[in-house]
C-alpha cells in the first residue's frame, strides 16, 4: 500500500505566483519529510526537509509545512519560476533504524512564462 | 563538488541475462542506498549499506545482490533478468545520521528485451 501519497499528478502555474504542491502520509512513525525536485534524465535532487518537531521550514522561495494531526505537508514556493518546472516528490523516513525514504508517485509541476 | 557517480548510464540486456550495476557514492559518506522506479512510479527501495554492511532491506528480489566494497562504491548485481526489471535504479549516498538527506546519482536506465 501507498504510505506517501501525492493525489495530484500534475498542477500548471502562471510565473511569478505561488506553487502548492501537496503530500499525505500514513505511517504516524513517520519523523522526516524531504522533498526532491527531479528533472528528465537526472537523479532526484534535494530541495528542503522537516523533522517531525517543527510544523514549518524556510529556504528561499521554497517553505515546506508539516500538519503532523492531518499527516499531511505542502511545499510552497514563492514565486514560482519557469526552472521549477520539473517533478517533486515527496518522501518520509521512518524512526531511527531505517534511513531509507518512502516517495510519493510525484507531482509534475509546469510554471507557464 | 562531487556527486554520486553510476555506471553505465544506459544498458540494455535480454532476458534471462545478468546485469551489473555500479555506484560510486559522494566522497566521505559512508552509506549507500538503491532505489528502482518503474515507468511512471515513483523511486522504490531496494537495499541500503552502511560501513559494507547491509543495513536495510526492501523490496529487492531474491534474483538481485548488493554489495559495498572497501572504498565504499556499491555494486548491485541482478541475474535471470525479466522484462518486468526494466526500470531507472538510483544509487544514493550519505553520511550516516538522523537528518542528513541523500544525494541522488543520475541513475542507470536498464532496458531488459
Known amino acids: 500500500d501507498q504510505q506517501v501519497k501525492q493525489n495530484s499528478p500534475s498542477l500548471s502555474v502562471q510565473e511569478g505566483r505561488i506553487s502548492i504542491l501537496n503530500c499525505d502520509y500514513t505511517n504516524s512513525m513517520f519523523d522526516y519529510f524531504l522533498w526532491y525536485k527531479k528533472y528528465p534524465a537526472e537523479g532526484p535532487t534535494f530541495l528542503i526537509s522537516i523533522s517531525s518537531i517543527k510544523d514549518k521550514n524556510e529556504d528561499g522561495r521554497f517553505t515546506v509545512f508539516l500538519n503532523k494531526s492531518a499527516k499531511h505537508l505542502s511545499l510552497h514556493i514563492v514565486p514560482s519560476q519557469p526552472g521549477d518546472s520539473a517533478v517533486y516528490f515527496c518522501?518520509?523516513?521512518?524512526?531511527?533504524?531505517?534511513?531509507?525514504?518512502?516517495f510519493g508517485t510525484g507531482t509534475r509541476l509546469k510554471v507557464l512564462a | 563538488a562531487a556527486g554520486v557517480i553510476q555506471s553505465p548510464r544506459h544498458l540494455i540486456k535480454e532476458k534471462r541475462e545478468t546485469a551489473t550495476l555500479k555506484c560510486y557514492p559522494i566522497?566521505?559518506?559512508?552509506?549507500v542506498y538503491w532505489y528502482q522506479q518503474g515507468p511512471g512510479q515513483d523511486p522504490q527501495f531496494l537495499i541500503s549499506f552502511y560501513e559494507k554492511m547491509q543495513s536495510d532491506k526492501g523490496s529487492i528480489p531474491d534474483r538481485f545482490s548488493a554489495q559495498q566494497f572497501s572504498d565504499y562504491h556499491s555494486e548491485l548485481n541482478m541475474s535471470s533478468l525479466e522484462l518486468g526489471d526494466s526500470a531507472l535504479y538510483f544509487c544514493?549516498?550519505?553520511?550516516?545520521?538522523?537528518?542528513?538527506?541523500?544525494?541522488f546519482g543520475p541513475g542507470t536506465r536498464l532496458t531488459v528485451l
Open positions: 544514493a549516498s550519505s553520511l550516516r545520521g538522523s537528518y542528513n538527506e541523500q544525494f
Open positions: 518522501a518520509a523516513r521512518g524512526r531511527s533504524g531505517t534511513y531509507k525514504y518512502i
Open positions: 566522497p566521505r559518506h559512508d552509506t
